[in-house]
């Protein structure tokens, strides 16, 4: 079974903090893994997959096979960052059947 | 390129009425698939369709659900005698080709349901 866990609902940094948010998953074989952005009930917007290895607004994400961890980061956090963050998997062969996490919500404090 | 479009964004229904939401995908895209996210909760994946087909409805409720994405014109999520706890966020998104790497999947703004 597959699984995408995001521990925190709520994550508050100040404007130029670091900033991480979690996500741990669980499933069997090889992931693919994403985030996935939601700002102010807008579409949800991929901000970066692992396979493709890129940075996107800044954001960064390693994935450690180790701790089945996809964590979100980014340096200095900006105002703009504050929106629903939402971690997902793929699994093997199934096509755009994503498993999402819960999902987090970024505020940034000016 | 407009995107995936969804219609209507918000719609209220009494309980027992039918609602029927709409999804044209990104143009040119034949995958379309539907997400629900209940209040509180994440999204979960409902069902896989391509053109007049349905390629995999194991996130449906066994009842009163249905999906179409016929051949002219978009997909069709229609639930039939709406209860309460159908209030949810519906998603939905498509893809090129399968979702496999290289295609991404592109999601709507959502149709909220309501029902009172």
């Known amino acids: 079974a597959q699984r995408v866990t995001q521990p925190e609902k709520l994550l508050s940094v100040f404007k130029g903090a670091p900033v991480e948010l979690k996500c741990n998953y669980s499933?069997?074989?090889?992931?693919?893994l994403f985030w996935y952005v939601q700002y102010s009930r807008q579409r949800l917007q991929l901000l970066l997959r692992?396979?493709s290895r890129e940075s996107i607004k800044g954001f960064t994400a390693d994935l450690n096979k180790g701790e089945t961890s996809f964590h979100l980061k980014k340096p200095f956090a900006q105002e703009e960052d504050s929106a629903m963050y939402y971690c997902?998997?793929?699994?093997?062969?199934?096509?755009?059947?994503?498993?999402f996490g819960q999902g987090t919500i970024l505020t940034v404090h000016p | 390129n407009a995107g995936v479009m969804q219609n209507p964004r918000h719609l209220v229904r009494r309980r027992g009425q039918e609602a029927r939401l709409r999804c044209s995908p990104v143009?040119?895209?034949?995958?379309v698939y539907w997400y629900r996210q209940l209040p509180e909760e994440g999204l979960k994946f409902m069902v896989y369709?391509?053109?007049?087909?349905?390629?995999?409805e194991s996130g449906m409720p066994k009842e009163r659900f249905s999906a179409e994405f016929p051949k002219e014109g978009p997909s069709i999520l229609r639930i039939q005698q709406v209860v309460r706890g159908d209030s949810a966020a519906y998603f939905c998104?498509?893809?090129?080709?399968?979702?496999?790497?290289?295609?991404?999947?592109?999601f709507g703004e959502g149709s909220w349901l309501t029902v009172v």
């Open positions: 499933y069997s074989g090889s992931p693919e």
């Open positions: 998104a498509s893809s090129s080709g399968g979702g496999h790497s290289g295609n991404t999947i592109y």
């Open positions: 143009k040119g895209h034949s995958h």
């Open positions: 692992h396979i």
């Open positions: 997902a998997l793929q699994g093997g062969t199934s096509y755009g059947k994503l498993t």
């Open positions: 369709l391509q053109k007049e087909n349905i390629i995999d």
